[in-house]
């Protein structure tokens, strides 16, 4: 019966499959017609029959004693949650009479704190009133101030800055008179720790205690000389930071490593940002262009040396926008163009003067090379009539009485090159006006440009082309018909 167990455990049984493999053990596989027993064959079945109903008795057990123990199982668990819920209901009760009772404590708590704030409060006003009459007191003595006391503990700084802090706005309230002196001392010592302050920022900054930095700014902040901690904080973060001979490759990563430092240490960061940046382009940077553009003389220099300085500051507040610098979005913008208003104010004067007098430099050097010296001819009807009447007359009477024309030989005096070189400067001229125009003068301005462009590459050389050819052609056919 045992060895049934394997087989009918299996996950893939087939009845089918067990009953032909019970058929092959009982003949011992021998399946030859001639020699087949069927009695062996029936008692392998009843015994296999008996088998399988005696192992069927054994689980239909063995699945009823588990069932009975589940249904124990089930009625102790039962149990225990109904003990759980009623806990949880008692517990849930407990919690909100203990929530009621906190609530009225946290009222009455309330309510004591506001007696007593009403009490301490005036107390400690007055408190505060008497220890400032006192360090007052000591200011209406001797001819100096105070000599000893807090105001002469290095240690404690900070305290005396709050305190002549407070004594200065009251000296500001204080009547002429019997009063001055000690108004005039209050200011003096006022001054004192103002600078005692800032040079402890400065040892701070130097050692990079951004602790003691922000603490010190904290006090600062309610000093007058809170923007001359600021400017120091500038100078000191700017001292041998644009040592390398490019200056804008300097910028950014200074204001990087700077805004760091600034959010740490002051109250008003976005302010302090909007300094710092102001700082280096009205200091450091108009320094390096101004030096880069003093010198006039070669415009085609001074033009290409404020269109790359000009593209290269745009750049940088381009990079520099990611700094949080207050709500003014054109910030950034108009501090480029002050910083280049002495150069952007003359530059469309410069530029059309210089497109000019490189026209006819292009112009000249092409005629120079083909040894012509360039003619003046004037332009209109009256002309072309005296013109054409100088010809008939001329050839009726067979006298020249026209001026004399030259055929130069066939040539045109139209050059590919000269064409290119004066459209590339004007494409030139036209970048930079793009570019350092106020855009409500663009309009005006590339005109201009392109005035100077058709004057000379359309006038001064395809139209003087035109004319020597033109004239030459009818010369020479009035004196075929004739």
């Not at 004591?112 to 009403?118: H, M, Q, V």
């Not at 600021?230 to 950014?252: L, P």
């Not at 593209?311 to 520099?320: A, I, P, R, Y």
């Not at 494409?427 to 392109?450: G, H, M």
Request: glycine share 4%; net charge negative.
């Amino acid at each position: 019966m045992s060895h049934f167990l394997p087989e009918l455990e299996q996950e893939s049984f087939s009845p089918e499959d067990f009953v032909e493999r019970l058929a092959w053990r009982s003949l011992g596989g021998n399946m030859d017609p001639e020699t087949f027993d069927p009695s062996v064959l029936q008692e392998a079945f009843k015994q296999g029959i008996r088998d399988l109903q005696v192992l069927f008795e054994m689980t239909q057990k063995k699945c009823e004693r588990l069932e009975m123990i589940c249904r124990e199982e089930e009625a102790r668990h039962c149990h225990k949650v109904a003990e759980l819920q009623d806990k949880n209901k008692s517990s849930y009760a407990t919690y909100k009479e203990l929530d009621s009772q906190i609530g009225y404590v946290a009222m009455k708590v309330v309510h004591l704190g506001d007696l007593l704030e009403s009490v301490n409060t005036p107390r400690s006003r007055a408190v505060e009133a008497q220890k400032l009459m006192k360090h007052f007191a000591e200011f209406l003595g001797p001819e100096h101030g105070p000599h000893t006391g807090i105001f002469h503990d290095p240690a404690k700084l900070h305290e005396a800055a709050d305190i002549i802090q407070k004594l200065h706005l009251i000296a500001q309230e204080l009547p002429y008179g019997k009063f001055e002196k000690a108004r005039l001392k209050i200011a003096q010592k006022y001054n004192e720790i103002e600078k005692a302050l800032i040079a402890e920022f400065v040892r701070a900054h130097h050692e990079g205690d951004k602790e003691t930095m922000r603490q010190v700014a904290a006090v600062l902040s309610h000093f007058k000389g809170y923007a001359n901690c600021i400017d120091t904080f500038i100078d000191e973060s700017q001292m041998g930071a644009f040592m390398k001979k490019d200056m804008f490759s300097n910028i950014v990563p200074l204001c990087e490593r700077s805004e760091q430092v600034i959010e740490e240490v002051f109250t008003n960061p976005e302010q302090v940002m909007c300094k710092f940046v102001s700082n280096i382009y009205n200091g450091k940077l108009q320094e390096y262009i101004q030096s880069n553009l003093s010198d006039r003389s070669d415009p085609e220099k001074y033009l290409r040396t404020l269109y790359e300085l000009y593209s290269k500051t745009m750049q940088l507040s381009s990079n520099l926008s990611k700094f949080k610098m207050g709500n003014d979005p054109a910030f950034l913008k108009k501090l480029t163009r002050q910083i280049f208003s002495k150069h952007l104010d003359p530059y469309l004067s410069i530029e059309m003067q210089y497109l000019r007098d490189k026209c006819c430099t292009v112009l000249n050097r092409y005629y120079e090379s083909k040894n012509h010296h360039k003619r003046q001819f004037q332009f209109g009807g009256i002309h072309d009539l005296r013109r054409d009447l100088q010809a008939k007359l001329g050839a009726r009477s067979n006298i020249n009485i026209a001026p004399t024309v030259e055929n130069f030989g066939g040539e045109t005096f139209l050059s590919e090159e000269v064409a290119i070189n004066l459209l590339q400067e004007s494409k030139l001229a036209f970048q930079r006006c793009q570019l350092l125009s106020k855009p409500t003068e663009l309009p005006k301005s590339v005109a201009q440009i392109f005035d100077i462009l058709l004057n000379g590459l359309c006038i001064e050389h395809i139209h003087y082309a035109l004319e020597i050819g033109l004239r030459a052609q009818h010369m020479q056919s009035t004196q075929h018909n004739s």
